[in-house]
Each structure stands twice: as C-alpha cells, then as structure tokens.
C-alpha cells in the first residue's frame, strides 16, 4: 500500500488543482470539498496506479470494480448532503474512498461489501486514517444492513435495474437516498421518503457496474 504522505505524488498543488476542476464542473458544497481535499486518494489505490490518483477519472480496483470518478463521489456526496444525514448505510465498500469522505461528514457509516479481499483492504485503510464511526460488514449488498435501519442517507456504488424494496424499507422517514438505476442507460436518482411515499428526481446520467448479489470470498 502506497504511504499515506505520498511524497512526490500527493502535494497540496496537485490535490488543490483537482479540487478546483470539480469546482468547474459545478460542485459547490464546500464541506464535500474540504474533504475531498484532505483525503489521500491515492492510498485507495495499489502503488501503481498511485500516480494517477488525482486524475478525474475512474481507475480499476480489481475484481471487476473501479474506483470512481472524483467527480461522481463528489456529485452523489453532494447529493446526499443535501439532506444533513447523520447516519449512512453505503452499498459498495469497494476501496472504502467513499466511505472514507462519508466517515468525515457523518456521524456514523455502515458500509456493506460482498467482495472479502476489497473489504480486507478497505478495512486497512479505515484503520490508517483512524476512522472509528465506520462499520463493515460483509454481505449481500441489495439486501442492506437492516439489523441498523433505519438510516438518514442511503448511497448505493453500483446499478440495479430497479431500486431494491429493502432499501426503501431502510430509509428513514425524510431520509435521502442517491443511487444509479438501470442497465444500459443509467440513470444517478434522488430517492426522499415521505411516509410511505417516496419521490424520486433524477440528476444526470451515469455509467456503474452492476449491483450484484452473493458474497465473493
């Protein structure tokens, strides 16, 4: 794993020039910029694919997953923040960079991982940066966490075709959530619950691998 300095790689001229192209792709909320900031991305990443850390753009993480466009964790955080959520489920540890930006702005995250050596990995980051309000679990994603339900904001990492019913179930009332939907075309959706109602906006289109069932081990 790459160190979390990163000399040579990780100066704050390069952190700032990413901050400032997502500035110009239109994010505004400060508090999702501050973080993105003060997160190495480059430790989410194996050594050598560190140098491309601060790019915008999506970089494999193995096992058919990626690490997402800093735009796309910065546009769906924005999103969620929208709503002030204190409590979060994620769907899709993946590297934990997601979760990590999440465990700065909320007060607790339970992020649920179906691939074991991601989540291992993830794990070791989380214990790097000395995040203690994340929980990870290991377990079918579509199925969520319900044992802690219901949750403020729900962020799903990857497409369903249709949004699952049990992560409605786990949506708290006023609660936000921001997931892509659909299979070809893809759609990124705001999804408030208002009782038993749930209103649904779209934002702009995505492109997600798939959310998929069973554990990978």
């Given at each position: 794993m790459v160190a979390i300095d990163g000399i040579g790689m990780t100066s704050r001229r390069?952190?700032?020039?990413?901050?400032?192209?997502?500035?110009?792709?239109?994010?505004?909320?400060e508090r999702v910029l501050g973080v993105m900031e003060e997160i190495p991305r480059h430790i989410f990443l194996d050594e050598a694919l560190a140098h491309r850390?601060?790019?915008?753009t999506a970089l494999p993480i193995g096992y058919s997953q990626t690490l997402s466009q800093p735009y796309i964790v910065a546009r769906m955080?924005?999103?969620?923040?929208?709503?002030?959520?204190k409590k979060v489920l994620e769907l899709g540890t993946g590297s934990g960079y997601q979760t990590a930006i999440l465990a700065r702005l909320c007060d607790e995250v339970y992020s649920v991982e179906r691939i074991k050596?991601?989540?291992?990995?993830?794990?070791?980051?989380?214990?790097?940066?000395?995040?203690?309000?994340?929980?990870?679990?290991l377990a079918d994603g579509p199925m969520g966490w319900p044992e802690h339900?219901?949750?403020?904001?729900?962020?799903?990492?990857?497409?369903p075709r249709v949004v699952p019913q049990e992560l409605l179930d786990q949506l708290a009332d006023g609660g936000?959530?921001?997931?892509?939907?659909?299979?070809?075309?893809?759609?990124?959706?705001?999804i408030t619950r208002d009782g038993d109602q749930f209103h649904t906006e779209d934002i702009e289109p995505v492109r997600f691998v798939p959310?998929?069932?069973?554990?990978?081990r």
């Open positions: 390069t952190r700032l020039r990413l901050i400032q192209r997502l500035r110009e792709a239109g994010i505004r909320d850390a601060y790019e915008d955080t924005e999103v969620l923040m929208s709503a002030s959520p050596p991601l989540q291992d990995k993830a794990r070791e980051r989380m214990h790097l940066l000395k995040m203690r309000n994340v929980m990870l679990r339900a219901p949750y403020d904001g729900i962020i799903v990492t990857a497409a936000v959530m921001v997931i892509p939907v659909g299979e070809e075309h893809q759609m990124l959706v705001r959310l998929l069932g069973g554990v990978v």
